[in-house]
């Protein structure tokens, strides 16, 4: 059984920005959690005290780090899609509908226009 047959004469769509977005994402999501829990482990590093904002810097940057992984995963998402629906196309397996225009206990008179029900 061929679970995906490809339509044939259905050429695929040249890739585009969706690769390079694919491609650059890894890179992206790692240093920009980085850069944005850095301040935050700076300060921890360099505060010989404690300092009552430490804790809000860390909520901040846990925030915006958890944004930022969002944000690069709603991008991972649109891109994956966009290459997905230019990549070749496939056939279903069909199935015959002997009854869809007009199913047993609901008729369509065409020629009046009227509808009867049983």
Request: glycine share 8%; net charge neutral; aromatic share 8%.
């Amino acid at each position: 059984m061929n679970w995906f047959g490809k339509l044939p004469g259905f050429r695929t769509s040249p890739p585009g920005l969706e690769r390079d977005i694919l491609r650059r994402l890894p890179r992206v999501l790692w240093l920009g959690t980085l850069l944005l829990a850095l301040p935050a482990i700076v300060m921890r590093l360099l505060a010989d005290e404690v300092v009552p904002d430490l804790s809000r810097l860390d909520i901040y940057s846990i925030a915006l780090v958890v944004l930022h992984w969002t944000v690069v995963l709603t991008l991972a998402i649109g891109a994956a899609i966009v290459w997905l629906m230019k990549g070749p196309a496939y056939v279903a397996d069909g199935y015959a509908l002997d009854e869809a225009e007009n199913p047993p206990d609901f008729r369509v008179d065409r020629s009046r226009g009227e509808t009867t029900g049983r």
